[in-house]
């Protein structure tokens, strides 16, 4: 079974530099069989970087809706 967002959560507010060495295995559901297209594995690390962005600790750091949506348009 995958994990529950909220451990992950929790470990990034207890370190925040720890967001650097999370792996997107650690993230996803691991019941889920990987992308076997190269082109689908490229958007789920896109949008999984995205995800990382989005919790970060400092708001400054956070990515604006309009900066989320241009990223999305590339998709």
């Given at each position: 079974?995958?994990?529950?967002?909220?451990?992950?959560?929790?470990?990034?507010?207890?370190?925040?530099?720890?967001?650097?060495?999370?792996?997107?295995?650690?993230?996803?559901?691991?019941?889920?069989?990987s992308?076997?297209?190269q082109?689908?594995?490229?958007?789920?690390?896109?949008?999984?970087?995205?995800?990382?962005?989005?919790?970060?600790?400092?708001?400054?750091?956070?990515?604006?809706?309009?900066?989320?949506?241009?990223?999305?348009?590339?998709?």
């Amino acid at each position: 079974m995958g994990k529950h967002p909220k451990e992950l959560l929790t470990l990034l507010s207890l370190s925040p530099s720890s967001m650097q060495s999370i792996l997107l295995k650690d993230i996803l559901d691991p019941r889920l069989t990987s992308p076997q297209n190269q082109g689908v594995a490229s958007e789920i690390i896109l949008i999984g970087r995205m995800a990382l962005k989005w919790i970060h600790f400092k708001l400054q750091f956070r990515p604006t809706m309009h900066e989320v949506c241009s990223e999305l348009l590339v998709i």
